[in-house]
């Protein structure tokens, strides 16, 4: 339909941001520390920007200090939805490396596409850029390098020359695939955690009340176990899909 052909014309990602929680007199704040393209004009683009990092941080009140000790974990990963008062709709890509010396840092790509093993590739390079340097212009570099591509078709291979943060005056070559999506209404899914999570009958009865287009609402712990049941949810109705509200992921304050 008309959303299929607005992602096919879309770039890669709308917009890329980075969040921090910070901490100051027991307060926890969130404050957004980068942001590329740096300027935007519409105001329903606007609120995609200013709502999402409260979605990055759904769980800021619970976020322990120990784990911005701990660079070699596995960072937290999980997607949610942006929706404008207008109806527009972005898909929110979040990847919380363990970064010393800060509480918690969420890199973020918004899209118009849910291409998250995409994303994935992207946000582990921006990462690998910002452990190796606090220059901001090594990520911008990068980024202006990767935005004016339009997303590429199902399959399709990519490639990109961007300034190397190892080697001054020097271009690397960068390779991104998208993944052969052409068949499901989101790639990048995976159903085991649906499957560990809920048992055969559950998840049949859940697919029966989506059919039914009843009200569902999932309570999980884990950021990453929610929005990878939600969505494995989502793509069992292929090859319809859910047209009421998709909120995969609802903050506290929400």
Not at 84 to 94: E, I, L, V
Request: glycine content about 2%; overall charge negative.
């Amino acid at each position: 339909g008309r959303e299929n052909m607005a992602q096919q014309d879309s770039f890669i990602f709308d917009y890329f941001l980075i969040v921090e929680l910070k901490e100051k007199k027991d307060e926890r704040t969130l404050d957004l520390t980068y942001q590329f393209p740096k300027e935007v004009n519409d105001p329903d683009e606007k609120k995609f920007i200013t709502s999402a990092p409260v979605f990055a941080f759904p769980d800021k009140d619970e976020i322990e200090r120990s784990s911005a000790d701990t660079p070699d974990a596995e960072p937290d990963r999980f997607s949610f939805v942006l929706t404008a008062d207008s109806g527009g709709r972005r898909f929110g890509y979040c990847v919380r490396p363990h970064l010393q010396g800060k509480l918690a840092v969420a890199c973020v790509v918004i899209s118009f596409s849910p291409c998250f093993a995409l994303f994935s590739k992207i946000l582990d390079e921006v990462i690998a850029r910002i452990n190796m340097t606090s220059d901001p212009s090594v990520i911008d570099g990068f980024l202006e390098a990767i935005h004016p591509h339009k997303l590429p078709a199902p399959g399709q291979l990519f490639c990109v020359k961007v300034p190397s943060p190892w080697r001054k005056n020097t271009l690397d070559l960068w390779r991104f695939t998208r993944p052969d999506d052409f068949d499901t209404p989101l790639e990048y899914i995976d159903f085991q955690p649906l499957l560990r999570a809920l048992s055969a009958k559950s998840v049949m009865r859940i697919y029966a009340s989506l059919l039914l287009e009843r009200r569902i609402i999932f309570v999980s712990k884990s950021l990453q176990t929610l929005t990878a049941c939600v969505q494995a949810c989502v793509a069992l109705l292929y090859p319809f899909e859910w047209q009421h509200v998709y909120i995969p992921l609802l903050p506290k304050p929400m």
